[in-house]
């Protein structure tokens, strides 16, 4: 698998507006801004027989800032693609240096979705821990621990189910 930054990867497909770029995103955040061009095929319910690309042909992968689109790489390695490019720092840094996105209706970040729920679910955990029943610290606990594992393992459980309600869905 090869990385390119956004200005290496605009340099390309300058030369080449043919190259494929496709956009790891939930469709509500592909919805919200994305690389002109992307096409979007959202991790969380990727299949590999549903990809319009030959296994040799050059894909490009792209997300918001580069996680998603290096397992998707990885991903598509594994299953025999020879010729995977993970765009590095994803449509943020697309965006900050300025090169052409389509943007539409502001969403939240599928990372921002996290962050406000395992807080929400942490504090929740030591209100009723605190004041209704010590379980309630369990709460707290689990989400942490989750939290430790998300970060080790890079994986994010609660990331995988978030991207699957209703509002991150076209």
């Not at 509500?28 to 296994?55: Q, R």
């Amino acid at each position: 698998m090869n990385n390119l930054t956004v200005e290496e990867f605009n340099r390309e497909r300058k030369a080449n507006p043919s190259i494929s770029l496709i956009d790891v995103r939930t469709p509500a955040e592909y919805s919200s801004i994305h690389v002109k061009g992307a096409k979007n095929h959202p991790m969380e319910s990727l299949k590999l027989e549903s990809i319009p690309f030959s296994k040799d042909e050059e894909i490009h992968v792209i997300c918001q800032s580069g996680g998603r689109s290096m397992k998707v790489c990885q991903k598509l390695e594994a299953a025999g693609f020879s010729n995977v490019v993970n765009v590095e720092g994803g449509t943020s840094a697309w965006h900050e240096a300025g090169l052409p996105v389509v943007e539409g209706k502001k969403v939240m970040s599928l990372e921002r979705q996290v962050r406000v729920a395992a807080g929400s679910l942490v504090v929740i955990g030591a209100v009723v821990g605190q004041f209704l029943h010590p379980a309630g610290f369990g709460v707290s606990a689990f989400v942490g621990a989750g939290l430790v594992f998300a970060g080790v393992t890079d994986t994010c459980g609660m990331g995988m189910m978030i991207a699957r309600m209703p509002w991150n869905r076209a």
